[in-house]
């Protein structure tokens, strides 16, 4: 029976991964691509300055809507900030979407993973 629901539990995990829509390995080789630890932190949870936002475990949902925010820059929804309106340029909806699935999938300190 525990194996039973232990089964569950791994097939509801696995259809959760793929169903986000976004790449955790795509989304790994797209930070090495762009460097985003030279800022984030090789952890993503030791961020070379204090001001500088931990990524790692954060939701992916929220990471995706901060990474479209910093496209849009002025305006409705939009979020401006000089260092990562210059990172966020060359990313696609599908990039975006790797990224955050992949800083969501690693080990956090962050007290408001799960
Ligand atoms: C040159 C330093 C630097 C680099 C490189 C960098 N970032 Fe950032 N990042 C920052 C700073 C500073 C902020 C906070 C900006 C603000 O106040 O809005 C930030 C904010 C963010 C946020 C918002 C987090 C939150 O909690 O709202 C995300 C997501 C993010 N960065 C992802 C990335 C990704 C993905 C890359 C690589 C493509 C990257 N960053 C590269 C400095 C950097």
Same mark, same amino acid.
């Given at each position: 029976?525990?194996?039973?629901?232990?089964?569950?539990?791994?097939?509801?995990?696995?259809?959760?991964?793929?169903?986000?829509?976004?790449? !955790?390995?795509?989304?790994?080789?797209? $930070?090495?691509?762009?460097?985003?630890?030279?800022?984030?932190?090789?952890?993503?949870?030791?961020?070379?300055?204090?001001?500088?936002?931990?990524?790692?475990?954060?939701?992916?949902?929220?990471?995706?809507?901060?990474?479209?925010?910093?496209?849009?820059?002025?305006?409705?929804?939009?979020?401006?900030?000089?260092?990562?309106?210059?990172? !966020?340029?060359?990313?696609?909806?599908?990039?975006?979407?790797?990224?955050?699935?992949?800083?969501?999938?690693?080990? $956090?300190?962050?007290?408001?993973?799960?």
């Amino acid at each position: 029976m525990n194996k039973l629901i232990a089964a569950i539990g791994l097939t509801w995990i696995a259809a959760g991964t793929a169903q986000a829509g976004g790449n !955790v390995d795509a989304g790994k080789a797209l $930070t090495e691509k762009y460097a985003c630890f030279s800022c984030h932190g090789k952890d993503y949870n030791t961020p070379i300055d204090p001001s500088y936002p931990k990524l790692a475990g954060q939701h992916r949902d929220y990471l995706a809507h901060a990474l479209t925010a910093y496209q849009r820059g002025d305006g409705a929804n939009g979020r401006n900030n000089a260092i990562m309106t210059g990172q !966020v340029k060359p990313l696609s909806k599908q990039d975006i979407q790797d990224i955050a699935a992949y800083l969501h999938s690693l080990p $956090t300190t962050l007290a408001t993973h799960r």
